[in-house]
């Protein structure tokens, strides 16, 4: 059940593609225009109980334009990239620029600043997978977690391998074009006891399929993670420190950017606007961006705009060093692109690292958090206030699960009262983290 | 009405198979590539969508954007197992290939025949209308442009104001092996207003919104720029008086309308055919159990019209019902689609959704709402001594397996000896889905429906969904404030 994907013709073949609208769009009329375009392939497999679920098979193309015409602009894309779709897009976008306003930040990125290093940054790693070695795969997964005493039934298991091709063109006359690949596996599994049932999973992520956890550990792993959260009762309500497992951490990290991206800070929907230069964090952390580290999650040496991307340094010693910005977004609040047209690539802490056992004992009374629920992170004020499950602390130890409360904040207190970094660093996404210990929250429960 | 429903197929075949070279006796060959041996059931979705989205930040309509998507999915099932593949295609050839690709989920067995085709009738719950031809381009910009006006006119503390408006025209065709023949056209339109208000250095955010299956001009005739503009302000001005939420376990009286996601993420969920199949939900074996308070009715009803989660048809050419999920608290009926309900020995309930062709469908949940009961609203707010009124939210989300649930309150207040005193900023409200059902004690005469806003997530996938209730007193919730 395997298909081809032949991915150096079919960068060839996009970049063909998107020339031709850029050619299109300059007969058309428009004085400017960009084009990105894609393509993945994947196979994604589940398991349940040791039987097979489900087995897809995914492509997925798209093709995307914006013309500019004058300080207008118009934007068109399709999931259907032949010749005739790419007409229809093109002309749907220059009609499109004939309707809008004028914006005098309208337009691509200034063409100096396009990419000329364009390295192969070593992210495409197809892996060379049958359905049925997939299918093998996920079933030692779950079957590793299913055998631990304890867990009543799995909720599945499943494989997913793909990967694709993008391209980014406008014109300036630059073209580049990008091969990634992406695996995982993961493995959600289900035990009950007199008080219910609870589920918990983990999973292992990579570029590189030799990159992935072995599948045993990954069930093994969902398994420890499920039965540990049987038995959890409510923590009381008060103020107390909160430690972030290393993925919800991320998370935290994740909320900053989203503050000191472009498009919230000109859209006046951020806590952090105004606010270059001010200390927000501990003057021990430093976090910053790496777009050219070989082999990462998010690596790219050109961003959505096609600027060349180079390492950033968004706080510097507890200090708001650097907006997040793009062309787009750095014209409108008077500033330069920081090469983030499509987020972060790559974002790494600068800091010392405690063993979680330190931050623990740190910490005396409180609750180490491992899951998240809900959105309740406001951007425009950082009031923070999320429903919670994890552990509860009591003289720096872990003591029993605790379930069904809320913890509530604001983030901008939060990153003040960061107390410590785990050096159980998560490396699965392109944000790399170990714990935070935040030193005081309000926790709503029993 | 049989005449018009030829015609809706005839249509459908003419803007997804004709392109192609296709016909629709072009699809029994097809569906038998994907009926390959042990399969017992194969499906053929076939859509088409296009979509638009118009912006207005600073005044002006600066962006806009078109998206035209489509292809087929095709899917088959052997027992518990389904083969999936889709293709940007809709050809002959696409049809093969994706066919093959699909039923080699399974290798042996009994080759089974596709059933000679029935066309399905259900009836329209929504004009099967093109909702983005009704408006001019100028008539779309001058709508965002007066929500802009009407909302900076509002108060002196707008900083910024930004509307969207949005349609989407989609055309799809099922065709299954089980016989079914069966199209939609489906409308849907949305209208969003947002803004900042600045006042002394603090900011707040406000925003309103709402649309349903029916074209763009509606939106314009109900006159939604002025109304959205003019909520979102308010919104944003309470929020700007907003003092720290109280934390801990409080009684909560949800406002009619919008706070109906409680039910979406409390019970809805956990009601899904395949979470009670595979036993993953709090609810699972618990048919005909006490699994709310006396009093409490919910349905999930496609049969609303014009509503933003109704469908003539689902996804696998079941009509539209309307289900009773919670009969006065009493658990009985699932949301089902085809694979469940045969799993489960239960029939269909036209619950079958999928975000797109190239998504599996799966039991989803349409418009989910709980009947009107007997209490008068101002008495529900005058029984609480201290608690929380909570208006407006923003989203949620569940743990079926233990039923615990989050929702997050954009727009609440404190409750005092039975009046509403000061707004609080927004808090997450949690609970355990049973157990909040349980401690629901009064129930308001005054059932409303949401404006049209509301997008369900599950695995990955989004649909459009409404939702809808009384004015609802829980004896007991646990709030998410900052003030212990």
Known sequence: MTQAFDAAAQQTLLETRAQMALELARRLGADACEVGASVDQGVGVSVREGEVETVELSRDQGIAVTVYVGKRKGSASSTDAGEASIRAVVEKAVAIARHTGEDPAAGLADAELMASELPDLDVHHPWDLTTEQAIELALACEAAGRRRPGILSSDGASLSSGEGVRVYANSHGFLGGQRGSRHSLSCMLIAEDEHGMQRDYDYTSARHPRDLLAPERVGESAAERTLRRLGAGRPATGRMPVLFDPTLAGGLVGSLMGAIAGGALYRQASFLCDRLGDPLFPEWFSLQERPMEVGAMASSPFDGDGVQTRDNRFIDRGRLASYMLSAYSARRLGMQTTANAGGARNLRLEAPLDTRDALLARMERGVLVTELMGQGVNAVTGDYSRGAAGFWVENGEIRHPVEEFTIAGNLEAMFKGLSGIGSDTDTRGSIHTGSWLIDEMTVAGA | ?484
């Open chain 2, 1 to 484: 009405m049989t005449a018009s429903r030829r015609s809706l197929l005839d249509e459908a075949a003419s803007f997804l198979l004709t392109p192609g070279g296709l016909t629709l006796d072009d699809l029994d060959l097809g569906l038998g590539h994907a009926l390959g041996p042990g399969v017992d059931y194969a499906d053929l979705y076939f859509q088409r969508s296009w979509q638009e989205g118009w912006v207005l930040e600073d005044g002006e309509v600066k962006e806009a954007s078109y998206n035209i998507d489509g292809g087929v999915g095709v899917r088959s099932l052997a027992g518990e197992k389904t083969g999936f593949a889709y293709s940007n295609q809709i050809t002959a050839d696409a049809l093969a290939e994706t066919g093959r690709t699909a039923s080699g989920i399974v290798r042996s067995g009994p080759s089974l025949a596709v059933a000679p085709r029935v066309v399905v009738k259900g009836e329209a719950r929504y004009g099967g209308v093109d909702p983005l031809t009704g408006l001019s381009a100028e008539e779309k910009i001058a709508l965002l442009k007066e929500a802009d006006r009407v909302a900076r006119a509002a108060d002196p503390t707008v900083s910024q104001v930004s509307a969207s408006l949005s349609g989407v025209h989609e055309v799809v065709l099922v065709r299954a092996s089980d016989g079914t023949l069966a199209a939609d056209i489906r409308p849907l339109v949305r209208f969003n207003v947002s803004v900042i208000v600045v006042r002394n250095g603090r900011r707040e955010r406000g925003s309103a919104g709402g649309g349903g299956r029916y074209p763009m001009a509606r939106l314009r005739d109900e006159g939604v720029a002025e109304r959205y503009a003019k909520e979102a302000v308010r919104q944003a001005l309470v929020n700007l008086e907003a003092i720290d939420a109280p934390a801990g376990q409080l009684p909560v009286v949800l406002a009619p309308g919008w706070p109906g996601i409680l039910l979406h993420e409390a019970v809805g969920h956990g009601l899904e055919g395949d979470f009670n199949r595979k036993g993953s939900s709090a609810f699972a074996g618990r048919m005909g159990e006490r699994v709310a308070a006396k009093g409490v009715t919910v349905v999930d009803d496609a049969t609303l019209v014009d509503r933003r989660g109704s469908m003539t048809i689902d996804d696998e050419g079941t009509p539209g019902q309307r289900t009773t999920l919670i009969e006065d608290g009493i658990l009985t009926g699932y949301m089902q689609d085809k694979l469940n309900a045969r799993l489960m020995g239960m029939a269909p309930t036209g619950n079958a959704r999928r975000e797109s062709f190239a998504h599996l469908p799966m039991p989803r949940m349409t418009n989910t709402v709980m009947l009107a009961g007997q209490d008068d609203p101002q008495e529900i707010l005058r029984s609480v001594r201290r608690g929380l009124y909570a208006v407006s939210f923003g989203g949620g989300q569940v743990d079926i397996t233990s039923g615990k649930f989050v929702f997050s309150a954009s727009e609440a207040y404190l409750v005092e000896d039975g009046r509403i005193t000061a707004p609080v900023k927004g808090a997450t409200l949690i609970g355990n889905g049973p157990e909040a059902m349980g401690r629901v004690s009064m129930i308001g005469h005054d059932m409303e429906l949401d404006a049209g806003i509301g997008v369900c997530g599950k695995e990955g996938q989004g649909v459009p969904v409404g939702v809808g209730q009384p004015t609802l007193k829980l004896d007991e919730l646990t709030v998410g404030g900052t003030q212990s």
